[in-house]
């Protein structure tokens, strides 16, 4: 007949068989790791240590800072020269309007008298194929007329607009004001108004075409 004692100690070992395996399982995770997992974790340990050891004063003195640089150094040298550009447009609007009502009075002012003189004069004042119809104009026709019939004109700008204006071309309409007196006769008035196109040749302002409207 089993004895107590012996009861006991079968029910313990059976104990010991069931619980064995779920030991063995609960400690499968704590094997050392394989040599591909160790490098890897060292690697990335590695990487690691890398970040950590950036020097971002070297990133912002050798990298970010001069490209800041260049940049502010672009960007001052484009605002530079859109001023530049502006203030030039501007001096360009301002001398055009002023020399094509100087010259536009000079092309139709003249007198009997001094006729030849006064166009010979106006014609340097013009540049390409408007130069050289006003030459035959003025030979042909206006010298002689004026000769003849003892013709005067005197012009007078009365108003002035630029159309247009760039570092070498511009644009100016202009309200002219032109008396003309033939003889003894009563002076006559004529206000046109004129398109004045003028070219710089040689850093001087030269019309070029000279459109009534």
């Given at each position: 007949m089993t004895t107590l004692r012996e009861e006991a100690a079968a029910v313990v070992e059976?104990?010991?068989?069931?619980?064995?395996?779920?030991v063995e399982h609960e400690t499968a995770p704590h094997e050392p790791a394989s040599e591909d997992g160790a490098g890897a974790a060292a690697e990335e340990?590695?990487?690691q240590k890398v970040r950590r050891h950036i020097n971002w004063s070297r990133v912002l003195a050798f990298g970010v800072l001069p490209g800041l640089a260049l940049m502010l150094g672009l960007a001052?040298?484009?605002?530079?020269?859109?001023?530049?550009?502006?203030?030039?447009?501007?001096?360009s609007r301002t001398e055009s309007v002023r020399i094509a009502g100087e010259d536009t009075v000079a092309l139709l002012s003249y007198t009997a008298d001094s006729v030849d003189?006064?166009?010979?004069?106006?014609?340097e004042r013009l540049t390409g194929d408007f130069k050289d119809a006003y030459t035959t104009?003025?030979?042909e026709v206006?010298?002689?007329?004026?000769?003849?019939?003892?013709?005067?004109?005197?012009?007078?700008?009365?108003?002035a607009a630029p159309v247009s204006a760039t570092a070498n071309q511009a644009?100016?309409?202009?309200?002219?004001?032109q008396t003309v007196t033939i003889g003894d006769g009563a002076p006559?008035?004529?206000?046109?108004?004129?398109r004045v196109t003028l070219e710089k040749v040689k850093d001087r302002w030269l019309i070029s075409h000279f459109d009534p409207v």
């Open positions: 059976a104990d010991a068989e069931d619980i064995q395996p779920a340990t590695g990487s001052s040298g484009y605002f530079a020269w859109l001023y530049g550009s502006a203030k030039d447009r501007e001096l003189r006064d166009l010979g004069t106006a014609r104009l003025t030979r206006v010298i002689p007329g004026a000769k003849q019939k003892h013709i005067s004109a005197t012009a007078k700008v009365t108003a644009v100016v309409l202009l309200f002219v004001n006559t008035d004529t206000q046109p108004v004129i």
